[in-house]
């Protein structure tokens, strides 16, 4: 059995860097999930944390991954 974990990036093409962005640990069900949440967060974190000049000036874009994670079903820990 897997669920889905989702890391985050926050993003500037004018220094060529990402820094990871801490959220709250989250567990998926699925892929569709995961990344359903990975696109309405980006939205919400670029709309409410930064002003849109913010956003052009710096060139800011965000990142997210969904990964796997494997549920050992026999012993209900994480593998």
């Known amino acids: 059995m897997f669920n889905y974990v989702i890391f985050f990036w926050l993003c500037s093409v004018n220094v060529t860097q ?14 569709y999930d995961c990344v359903s949440y990975g696109y309405r967060y980006s939205t919400n ?14 060139n800011l874009f965000t990142r ?3 990964t796997e994670k494997r549920k050992d079903v026999e012993k209900g820990k994480d593998v």
């Open 18 to 31: 990402c820094h990871q962005i801490k959220i709250p640990k989250q567990l998926f069900v699925d892929h």
């Open 64 to 66: 997210f991954t969904c």
């Open 45 to 58: 974190l670029l709309e409410k944390k930064f002003k849109r000049t913010e956003v052009n000036r710096l």
